[in-house]
């Protein structure tokens, strides 16, 4: 699991690689990874927009930016939480992703919080020393 707080946001992410979701034969490789967001601040916020910078292990790097996650603009209350899973492909075996959540209180102010950098692994291209 991997781990990042910008104030008092809370966001966790576990990866997992999906054998039965990927063709290594057609350099396509497919990572589920779900993303815990806790708001153990005092202000209530909702996440606004999504950053992503994904990069496979030839160096290739993709940017996503969009609004909300999976279709939703979660409000989280002090002591709430918002879970969700999604998916990411790539034409290498590893990989990793990294970026921000933009953020607005109910105020009005918006900041970004960081998602933590998190490796995409597979068993797929390592090298066994004989």
Known sequence: ???AVTRKIEVTVT???L?????PDKSYFFWAY??????????????RTRHWRITDASGKL??????????EEPV??????FEYTSGVPLQTPSGFMT??????TD?????NIEIPTFSLDSSYGRRTIN
């Open 107 to 111: 105020t009005g102010e918006h900041f």
């Open 34 to 47: 779900t993303i815990a967001i806790t708001n153990a601040g005092d202000e209530t916020v909702q996440l």
């Open 99 to 104: 970026g921000s959540y933009g953020m607005e």
């Open 62 to 71: 993709q940017e996503v930016k969009g609004e909300g996650v999976v279709g």
């Open 15 to 17: 990866p997992r690689f």
């Open 19 to 23: 054998p039965d979701r990927s063709s």
């Open 76 to 81: 989280l209350k002090a002591g709430q939480s």
């Open 1 to 3: 699991m991997y781990r």
